[in-house]
């Protein structure tokens, strides 16, 4: 057995905590798509102070693209509920630091950045109910596939709040006829982690021209027999927060999610 | 007919925003319990801006406690999602008005106390919850008797956020044992209106030494082939917002809730 091959069932196999810290000791950067099946990932917003409540309130007034699984005061790295022990400024593979709305850099701590000044926002990702899409036996060619989800920024503005407003942006799954009640009940289950879709059919009535031609991400088909099925999409935060320009702001990178401790399972309303 | 039944007619039979003008002019000063049917009414804190930042955190940590239905930006008085074009300042019958956590004044306005440093939470009510308790065949004898229910102070912390902490507060009702998991299932519906329940059964398991004696409300007892199930309460924020002792603290006076235009079906996450 190569040491490529162990390498790559350890990490398989690893819990959160072990990813973790692979990922601060820089032993591995990959996107975490597939790695701690079952357990929570999470998109990262850190942003200076000065922004946060109005932030906060957004996420508070735009539950489905802003899921909140938790809020880290300022200053502080650790998720004490999400994941004790951990250190959100070392602990994901990649980061993203923007200045005033511009990419600036793309390292993998962000350690020598973290001030007194900086909340930390931890928002739900789609693996989790993509996870339940796959459980009540709906095929997700993205994910079949390694690609990235079709996304689509909408007609449908976000409530605003403070200095933060911007369009909803939308992920799209084709799902059969037969199973689109089932996806919205099996997704409704899961409201912190985006839950239920927004708009079930025409992509005309949310302001998306051409469903096969996404603004992000990868296109999809839509087939026979299948309806098109809009989730919000983690991606509307991020976008919303880049466009108030605060001097500082800190994500996770595109796919490189921060692994939590928490199980999908958890997140359940009922 | 006389004049008094008429009005108690009109009454009963008004909707929200007949309600909340009835309530702004004067003319009608009662608890809101049973009134406008069907609709959400919620609980009111109002904070300065200097605490609103670590009370929405502490809300978004204790979401069973704290659920919120809306946050107002400091200044405004229109609560738009939830009541558009009503005054959170006088569309309450009855005010508290608390000065460093010392109650000062129960007036039926706060207009001439607002100000530009005021942020407005309104919060869920268990009314919501207890029709579709009632609606699902349990039966509230705090309700029929119009009597207020059974509340404890327990031994389980609130998850603190800034100067924010305290115990959690629940509420109590008797169910009979073949009805337990239906008032679970049916209460789970609504996670924005305290939700499910956070205990069922042995009463000393969350700190509570004596069942019959609540140290707020009335007392309730649990009969014969009955289990205590006890929902988180909207007093746990209230009391934690007093404890901080902000220089002033508006909320509703108890029983007298805010009536939004949301209905509670609206509230149902599924």
Redesign the interface.
Known sequence: MSTATTVREQVLQAGPPELRRLFREGALVRPTSGLAPGYVQANLVVLPREQ??DF??FC??NPRPCP?IE?V?AGAVEPA?SAPGADLSRDLAKYRVYERGELAAEPDSVADLWSEDMVSFLLGCSFTFEDALIGAGIRLPHVEQGRNVAMFITSVET?P??VFSGPLVVSMRAVPHDRVVRAV?VT??F?SVH??PVHVGDPGAIGIPDVSKPDLGDPVEVGEGEAPVFWACGVTPQAVAMRSKPPLMITHSPGYMFITDLRNEDMA??
């Open positions: 946060a409540f906060l309130l508070q007034r909140l809020v005061e509920a409530t709040a403070g009940q409704s289950r409201p839950g239920a309303v009922i």
